[in-house]
């Protein structure tokens, strides 16, 4: 093998892909946006949502308690709703969102609590809807405070202790530190997105000399002088590939500038946070989560293989492609490929075992997941990164020997 | 010197099967002349010059260039090969030095006398004004020239053609033919290939006539006139692969 020539190839087919501008804009202008984009954007847009949703004060209509003064009255009083006068069509008024929440009490609800008759509070809610979950949040509050103070006034009444009713307090302590919390938040995310940057930071380079080169007459060119294929085909290689891999470079430098420039936005919006039963709402109310600097760094090691996969793959597919177009319509559907293990990875529950271990992708996802936690594997970490050395060893294997037959060269 | 001996060229295709591009072709081109390979679109020349170059392996059959076997020897034989033809295109994102260098440097000359030999062939060319310039610029004028001097940065001993006026207007076509007198002239091996009758009148010494993958017949073009008692070389194409088809 002369490593001169594939020096001179590599070299010139670097300077070549750096002058094209689909190459510039998939290998820096993406994998340094992406990242900030889907987090600082997102986190900015989430918070201003809930923000003015909770600026709101909702519409919430009273049904029934018609001889109930008081609860009424209690209600009415209430700072954060606003009572709306009773309609039939209640439930198409939330479902068109133009109502956020209504309570249904019984007529004579205030002379049920006096005589201690149980009756019941029907919230209608619409779910997933955020100015209605905060509505129903509040009168789902309300009432339990309402009942509170009446079973105390009960007791009271008895000469009877607090105690009696209320035993016990539960009370709940976060032992995981900051890094583990945030390397779940966003564990399965950063892995994800990464891993799709690597492979579109692959893919345009790779059509480009090959499918791109023989469209446009260069390969046989190319072919015509003394240098190898073999020596061709690495040299192509490491351009695709340091393609990729400046993808995850850039893509994990966007991240770890992200995460403290995050912090410093959305900091002064962290206050005490109040559980409201949404993951989106105490993300926002919360600084952004941290991830482990270590772990981090360890998981964009665990994607150097699946680049050279990408890269050596995406060469030999892209190789037998007539056209440029030809070779997108090979490539694009991968994308699904790529995105389901990865995506995979982000379900709940989804563990790494031995036999996950050997698939790739989702194998580097799930690691990736732990290790932002600051998890470290050995065990899994050596079979991961070992199995995905061996797939990229057979993919570049692939791609060489796919340089070397004339059926696919000169395909017509 | 170029001998080919009993080439032949098979391809398998999915519909059509077994297909005979090239049979029993053997040929000789001496240094210091041209050798016209003639024939129709389809007729298997641009195979064969492939399978010189050493692009495809014969399925049978031989061929030495400058004293190389094209099978046993191929990254040597492209040494000594330039090769010019319609389908070798520049790379447009380079200036046409960095071709110029590129190509000096995989056929391992050293940086010294890449510069050197771009001096040299920018000079001939007259391709200074558009040397550092990015080729996708270029007008197809200038685009031809960049491509003789990349035929010739390595100073082959033997060159082929495929083809390379196919597509260009008069004075392009012109510049290639003016380059091809003088390759020979510097007794370089010529080997030339084209369906255009008057280029292989004018340049040619030998011709061989190409159809269905054969050589049907081979001379000069006074042998050629005296064999089918045609003057024109049109009439003359005619007839030799009309034998064959009345054959």
Known sequence: MNFNQIVTVYLKELRDALRDRRTLVSMFIVPTLVIPIIILGFGVVTAKIIR????????????????SPEIRAALAAHPRIRIVPA????????????????????????????????STVRLYTYDGEIKSGFATGELDRFFRDYREKAIQARLSERGLPAALVRPYEITRQNVAPPEKVGGNLVGGFIPYVIILLCFTGAMYPAMDLTAGEKERGTLETLLCSPV????????????????????VVLAGISAMATFPLGALLFAPEAGPARAVGSAAVAAARSPMPQIDPLGFLASLAMVAPIAVLFAAGLLALSLFAKSYKE????????????????????????????????????????????LVSGIFHWGHLSLIFASSCVYAAIALALAVRMFNRETVLFRT | MIVAQGLTKSFHDKKRGQIMAVQDVSFT?????????????????????????????????????????VTERPAEVRAQVGFLAASTAL???????????????????????????TQRLADDLEMHEFLDRRVDKFSTGM????????????????IIFDEPTLGLDVMAARTILRFVRDCKARGKTVIYSTHIMSEVEKLCDTIGIIHGGRLLAEGSLADLRARYAETDMEEIFIKAIGEKEAA
Not at chain 1, 52 to 67: Q, W
Not at chain 2, 31 to 52: C, D, F, Q, S, V
Not at chain 2, 143 to 158: E, W
């Open chain 1, 327 to 370: 070779a997108q319509s090979y490539v694009s559907p991968l994308i699904v490929v790529i995105i389901l293990p990865a995506l995979s990875a982000m379900l709940p529950g989804v563990e790494l075992n031995l036999q996950l271990s050997l698939i790739p992708i989702l194998n580097v996802s799930l690691v990736c997941k732990e």
């Open chain 2, 143 to 158: 685009k031809q020239k960049t491509s003789i001097a990349r035929t010739l940065i390595h100073d082959p001993a033997v």
């Open chain 1, 87 to 118: 309609r039939d069509d209640f439930r198409t008024l939330i479902s068109n969102k133009s109502l956020r929440a209504a309570v249904e009490l019984p007529d004579d609800f205030d002379a049920a609590l006096l005589e201690s008759r149980p």
């Open chain 1, 52 to 67: 003015k949703a909770r600026a709101e004060t909702p519409g919430v209509m009273l049904l029934g308690a018609k001889d």
């Open chain 1, 228 to 247: 190898g294929r073999t020596e061709i085909v690495l040299g192509k290689f490491l351009v695709v590939l340091t393609s990729a891999l400046s993808t």
């Open chain 2, 91 to 117: 790379y447009a994102r380079l200036t046409a030095r960095e071709t110029l260098a590129y190509f000096g440097r995989l056929n391992g000359l050293p940086a010294a006398e890449v510069a050197a030999r």
């Open chain 2, 29 to 69: 081109c001496h240094p210091g002349r041209i050798y016209g390979l003639l024939g129709a679109n389809g007729a298997g020349k641009t195979t064969t010059l492939r399978m010189l170059a050493t692009l495809l392996k014969p399925t049978h059959g031989t061929a030495t260039v400058a004293g190389l076997s």
